[in-house]
Nanobody, 123 residues
Framework: VQLQAYGGGLVQAGGSLRLSCEAC????????IGWFRQPPGQAREFVGS????????IYAESVKGRFTVARVKGKSAAYLQMNSLKPEDTAVYYC?????????????????WGQGTLVTVSS
């Protein structure tokens, strides 16, 4: 399975951006999907995840209320809607496919990773 995250770019603080994630070569309709990010010079961290049916989500405290993870119905795809962006949200964002139907907060919960997309939030 290959995952591709795209939609990153440069945005001003307070702005919004939507990232998309698509799975290739193998459907992920029965798997959870997660989003992680890696700020410059820091370790990769959990952002949010969604279960296979799109009915259950988990968010990191730092993005709760600002970011939304959702699945695209009928497709092995998901998106991350980011609102009220802050400079500390600057990072490379990755999407990942979970081993099971629910994606947890740990990177070890995920088997499939794609290349990231850079989000830069200017102050």
């Amino acid at each position: 399975v290959q995952l591709q995250a795209y939609g990153g770019g440069l945005v001003q603080a307070g702005g919004s951006l939507r990232l998309s994630c698509e799975a290739c070569r193998r459907p992920l309709s029965n798997n959870g999907i997660g989003w992680f990010r890696q700020p410059p010079g820091q370790a990769r961290e959990f952002v949010g995840s969604i279960n296979w049916s799109g009915t259950s989500t988990i968010y990191a405290e730092s993005v709760k209320g600002r970011f939304t993870v959702a699945r695209v119905k009928g497709k092995s795809a998901a998106y991350l809607q980011m609102n009220s962006l802050k400079p500390e949200d600057t990072a490379v964002y990755y999407c990942a496919g979970a081993r099971g139907s629910y994606g947890g907060t740990s990177q070890s919960d995920y088997s499939y990773w794609g290349q990231g997309t850079l989000v830069t939030v200017s102050s």
